[in-house]
C-alpha cells in the first residue's frame, strides 16, 4: 500500500482516485464509470420509449390521467 496520496474525485462522470507526488494516480472505485453508463442509458432508452408511445399514442396519456 502507498502512503501520501491526495483524494480526488470528480463529478461528471463520477471517479474517484487517490493521486501521489510522483503523478501517478489509483483509482478507488473500480467500475464506478461503467455501472454510471449503463444506468445512464438505460434511463434515456427508457424515456425515449416512454415519450415515443405518447407521441405515437396521444390518448393514452389522456385517459390514464383524465377521470373515467
Do not use: K, N
Not at 491526495?6 to 464509470?33: I, K, M, N, W
Not at 424515456?47 to 383524465?66: F, N
Amino acid at each position: 500500500m502507498q502512503y501520501g496520496g491526495v483524494g480526488g474525485s470528480e463529478a461528471f462522470p463520477p471517479q474517484a482516485y487517490c493521486r501521489y507526488e510522483d503523478g501517478s494516480t489509483h483509482d478507488l472505485a473500480t467500475g464506478t464509470q461503467f455501472v454510471f453508463w449503463v444506468c445512464f442509458a438505460v434511463s434515456l432508452a427508457l424515456l425515449l420509449i416512454g415519450l415515443w408511445q405518447a407521441v405515437r399514442h396521444p390518448g393514452t396519456l389522456v385517459r390514464s390521467c383524465g377521470s373515467p
